[in-house]
């Protein structure tokens, strides 16, 4: 499958700055990447579809000025949350397809907690 | 709308036994995909296997096996001989091409003791 990293691993900042998270595919040129948000001892929540190129598309409930989308190549896709608030604390994972329905592989995710 | 069950919340059990994963899901299209994966303590998801609708051969892999049933709408997996590092989170999730995304249940926590 393919390999997929993320950084940073671990992000602690205080509320109201901004956070940047990359996703790198790093043995394939992914067309699609996904991101998705993991709450404590719950299931993943997908976030938004990101094409290469296009402009992502989020998933309703999801604050697209908040959760600042850029997937300007085959390998990297950025999230920025902006104006971070103790409630934005999650474990956000990426993963990259060929294409859906393709399986999707994911990268280690990233921590984040918002004091 | 699509929706995949995982009832089981947590299950514990002595290394070397057999346990079964339960997954049910729910859609009404008639092409679908259905996949496994494992996450361990780490919090990265692995892959462990896909399966489309049309294929219901069940799969064998070493210690994993899957058994699928349409007639049943579930997608179960069995874990023989359970060894301590296969403690995880385990979810089952569903890709259609109405939703277009993948939909996860909500994860079985396996805990496998000596």
């Known amino acids: 499958g393919a390999v997929v990293s993320q950084h940073p691993s671990w992000v602690i900042c205080k509320s109201g700055t901004s956070v940047k998270i990359e996703c790198r595919s790093l043995?394939?040129?992914?067309?699609?990447m996904f991101w998705y948000r993991q709450f404590p001892k719950q299931s993943l929540m997908l976030m938004a579809t990101?094409?290469?190129?296009?402009?992502?598309?989020?998933e309703q409930g999801v604050e697209k000025d908040k959760f600042l989308i850029n997937h300007a190549s085959l390998t990297l896709s950025t999230l920025t949350v902006t104006s971070a608030h103790p409630e934005d604390s999650s474990f956000y994972i990426c993963s990259v397809s060929l294409a859906l329905p393709e399986t999707q592989y994911f990268g280690p995710g990233t921590r984040l907690l918002v004091l | 709308a699509q929706k995949v069950t995982q009832a089981q919340t947590e299950i514990s059990v002595v290394e070397k036994e057999d346990v079964t994963l339960d997954c049910v899901y729910e859609?009404?299209?008639?092409?679908?995909?259905l996949f496994w994966y494992k996450q361990p303590p780490s919090g990265e998801l692995v892959f462990l296997i896909r399966?489309?609708?049309?294929?219901?051969q069940n799969e064998i892999s070493g210690r994993y096996s899957w058994n699928f049933q349409k007639s049943t709408s579930s997608f179960n997996f069995t874990i023989t001989a359970s060894q301590v590092v296969d403690s995880a989170v385990y979810f089952c999730a569903l890709w259609t091409g109405g939703g277009n995304k993948l939909t996860f249940g909500t994860g079985t926590q396996l805990k496998v003791e000596l």
């Open positions: 859609t009404r299209d008639t092409t679908y995909y």
């Open positions: 990101s094409n290469e190129g296009s402009k992502a598309t989020y």
């Open positions: 043995d394939f040129q992914a067309t699609t």
């Open positions: 399966r489309n609708s049309f294929d219901e």
